[in-house]
């Protein structure tokens, strides 16, 4: 038997504890849960002889030592700030991790000690970052091993609502931390390449500068552009690729009524609102319009956006009941982004039936013999209801793929790693297809990064 | 002789040494005046025998606590953040001390030890902070003898340029340290008060919800709210104030044009921009806007602010040579605030002969015997050229008078402190009149806040 331990058992780890379960008898796994809370987990193995929950805080060194120096390998499903206590007592216990979280300075700085241990640290192997490396990566090799050379490398990631499940005007609902999604964009300019040149997106123009794209069977798509484009520009040995350019996607429309928020205000994060506990919606409104004893504030909003009277965004706005003056904000000394998530969840929040979809895109423009082509690669996933989402399929069947390969001793290399190898990428991509998560490729004219031939 | 001993002889010292030199004599004064560089302190003093500058290094304790032993009072006219030192040193020697900037945390600090000794720390004693605190105090007191009640209180100031020298399209140049005037209003929205209600304004609509007025004589003048509108609501007394509002005062039409560095993101003083050494003025521009193969600066730039082929604010770019390929940024590593600030000097620098002007504007509004009542009141003063500028004037002088009337045993409260009792207010808003520095004040209708009866 060999044995994983898993720590943390939140809305991802579904389709995670699923895969190892499913595995058990013929790869001879015995799996063990642990959480502050083992409840879902308890759900989630139910009667199943290879696995076993336990109650396990992660601040509490004794038994989290205990546990990892039971394993055969660990995988951490916490936030990523808890990681790195977790991954220390992997190097004292030698036991190799992986994660779905960024790497962090901490964890980075662990490289030489993972390294003389002979152990491997997979981080960042989920979805968004995950299966965007993988995917990205394969294509890149293949073009290179051909002799081409990359001069774009666009990509696109969205977490929405599936198709049957899109009931609203703003096509969306919160299928992951509403919080991020409020603040996404802030804390500095949007930096990427165009063409050789370096651009810059403050971000109160961020989602007016969002791009346009189809993907086939699923209509038409928006992005606008993550801060980090050129994060992984070494990473993936693309130091003289000329277009560069990562991006988050929406339905056609989101972004330019989600400006209203930016504009007014709301989804400042950084400071409290006076008396937030006593405000209805429209008080919250009213507090970003100009003071008059009779306008309304429907009106003030109106002037104050230029929003013309037959624009829809009008009516999105309406749909969240954000004019209404008698819902309460009901949250004490609340940001204008806390009050904010609030009403949105109201509205945007998953119903029981609802399905998640994960949908992500990737645009190659390469040079290879003098000539060149472009190569667009799309993947939608839709989950099967609120346990089984898309996003915990995507997120955790590569994880779970990931610490399977280890244990088998398919990846070799050891050290603090994100998954950009072909050793890592070639086996969990096509197992990934297995389970319906695969990449469609199209050959399309290489035009060149330019707006207006999206 | 009583000694008194100045630190810092920058561009605000000018009005400040002429005043102690001109009473030296009938005063029994001796002045001595302390500064890493002296050449400005020995032009500023000429052969006055009264007088001497000495170098002193603020960071060398000794010769700081030596000069300091030796007056009979201090005045620091360095940066905010190096006062702390000159004020422990001030406690250990039983000095009292004056300074035109605001009260730190840790001069607020110092607060029992200063009253412990009897002394004096007089802070925000200049233009603004200073003069306004006094001319608003003077009023409100005034008011409230009379058994009236503030209902609302406005106040705006602005650092200007004089009518004579006002000859490019911002009517604007720099008379105070450039990059607060181009970082100015960032760090969080703006707070205030509007006829009882909390209004915000984030830095993206600040200049945008700005205010006009006329001062007789001036013409038309515009606000636009600072970050900190109710910063001194409980020093006035005005908690139960249902309007206040502070802000800064521009030229009409400066706010609106000044807008569009803000949405392009070129007021960002967070991030350095690439190659920033080699970029041209256009390429500055072009890094904010999408590319295009072919597209000009200029028409991407008024399709992404959609300013018209007619509008003013497009000559006010042309004017600053904004989109020229010639002229180089030439700065490392700069952030876009800084890159921004370097275009702007080379318009906005104050020529030898250019006079400036400080401008403010105060409006009382009250409840007496059952009615309302508003007393507005207007300040203008006028530099004389690049040595005596306004701003040395009423920064100067307000200080300089405070440090005398200290020494006279005139002002008897000790502790550290603003200028809000009319035992510091009375004696010296009588004397800045002597200087030409005066309110005029006029009873207009109380209207309460109403932006269209400005």
Known sequence: MRKILVIGS?????????????????????????????????????????????????????????????????????????????????????????????????????????????????????????????????????????????????????????????????????????????????????????????????????????????????????????????????????????????????????????????QLGMTDDSYTIDDSENMSYRDFVNAFLPYNPTDTVELKLRHCLKIDQDDIVWAKLEELDIFSSTKKVALKKATPAQILRKILMDTWTLKHEDKDMIVMYHKFGYELNGKTHQIDATMVTIGENQTYTAMAKTVGLPVAMATLTILNGKIKTSGVQIPITKEVYEPILKELGEYDISFVEKKVPYLGYNVFNN
Chains 1, 2 share one sequence.
Not at 98 to 120: C, H, Q, W
Not at 169 to 191: D, E, H, I, M
């Open 10 to 262: 939140g809305k991802s780890s579904s389709y995670l504890i699923k895969y190892f379960l499913d595995k058990a008898e013929f790869e001879k796994l015995h799996l063990t849960i642990g959480d502050i809370n083992i409840e879902n987990a308890k759900q989630l193995i139910g009667n199943h002889k290879n696995a076993q929950a336990i109650v396990l805080d992660v601040f509490d060194q004794q038994s989290r030592s205990n546990a990892i120096k039971e394993a055969d390998i660990v995988v951490s499903m916490l936030p990523a700030r808890f990681h790195i206590e977790v991954a220390k007592d992997c190097i004292t216990y030698k036991k190799s991790m992986v994660t779905a979280s960024y790497v962090s300075p901490e964890m980075k700085a662990l490289d030489n000690d993972v390294k003389a241990n002979g152990l491997i640290f997979m981080n960042e192997i989920g979805v968004d970052p995950g299966i965007d490396h993988m995917s990205a990566m394969q294509v890149i090799d293949r073009i290179r091993d051909k002799g081409g050379k990359i001069i774009l490398f666009e990509s696109f990631t969205g977490g929405l609502v599936a198709p049957e499940s899109d009931n609203n005007l703003w096509n969306y609902k919160f299928t992951w931390n509403p919080r991020n999604v409020v603040v996404a964009g802030q804390g500095g300019a949007a930096k990427f390449l165009h063409e050789g040149k370096y651009k810059y997106i403050p971000y109160n123009r961020l989602f007016r500068r969002t791009e346009f794209f189809e993907i086939e069977g699923y209509g038409r798509f928006e992005a606008y552009a993550n801060r980090d484009s050129l994060k992984y520009q070494w990473a993936y040995g693309l130091d003289k690729t000329k277009t560069l350019y990562r991006g988050t996607m929406r339905r056609v429309g989101f972004s330019r009524a989600w400006n209203m928020f930016v």
